[in-house]
Nanobody, 117 residues
Framework: QVQLVESGGGLAQTGGSLRLSCAAS????????MGWFRQAPGKEREFVAA????????YYADSVKGRVTISRDNAKNTVYLQMNSLRPEDTAVYYC??????????WGQGTQVTVSS
């Protein structure tokens, strides 16, 4: 079993930045692709970014491309999401998961990101 804990969310102004972290425990995530997803109030959960197990490949939703960078430190068993040029529409609860698919069995509890206009 793997446990995921997100942190780093909070309140930011439009144009600001936040760095989210997803710390894994229980087993190594170094052999797994990892993903970030988000869910805004009243909306379905959506894909944000993914990174391959080695970190060599990254993927982004069109809505965040150019503003967000996903990275990982396998030695620390942690995945990051650097978010720049934040917009009010980025307001959501952000979740990381193992496997980077919506059907993953392993999700964190989420961290709230609120962007004020």
């Amino acid at each position: 079993q793997v446990q995921l804990v997100e942190s780093g969310g909070g309140l930011a102004q439009t144009g600001g930045s936040l760095r989210l972290s997803c710390a894994a425990s229980g087993r190594t995530i170094s052999t797994y692709n990892m993903g970030w997803f988000r869910q805004a109030p009243g909306k379905e959960r959506e894909f944000v970014a993914a990174i391959s197990w080695s970190g060599g490949s990254t993927y982004y939703a069109d809505s965040v491309k150019g503003r967000v960078t996903i990275s990982r430190d396998n030695a620390k068993n942690t995945v990051y999401l650097q978010m720049n040029s934040l917009r009010p529409e980025d307001t959501a609860v952000y979740y990381c998961n193992v496997g980077a698919t919506m059907t993953s069995d392993y999700w964190g509890q989420g961290t709230q990101v609120t962007v004020s206009s």
